[in-house]
């Protein structure tokens, strides 16, 4: 399993506990989501952690950074939309139709 090599070996060195227990977290919280080995999503309630090995993890949202923000905005105030910082999530949906 890439995630628990990746934090498992150097330079992180995490014990295997606190690696599966990150795991169950971030499963818990949604920013992410597993699979167990024929692609059925599993729950953290329902992951045992014997299958874990056998579970795939992928991410469930995408972070957009601040610049990728200012593209958006410039995009939008291109093509007529006003934007102001912080309204780019609440405008886009308009932009196809600015686009028609």
Not at 46 to 64: H, N, Y
């Amino acid at each position: 399993m890439e995630v628990r090599n990746a934090f498992g070996d150097t330079p992180c060195g995490w014990p295997q506990d606190a690696i599966d227990g990150a795991l169950y977290a971030l499963l818990n919280a949604g920013t992410i989501r597993a699979f167990d080995k024929i692609g059925k999503s599993v729950d953290a309630k329902s992951l045992e952690r014997s299958k874990i090995t056998q579970t795939t993890f992928k991410a469930e949202t995408v972070t957009i950074s601040a610049a990728q923000f200012i593209q958006v905005r410039k995009l939008l105030q291109d093509t007529g939309i006003s934007c102001k910082p912080g309204e780019e999530l609440s405008l886009i949906g308009i932009f196809p139709e600015q686009m028609s």
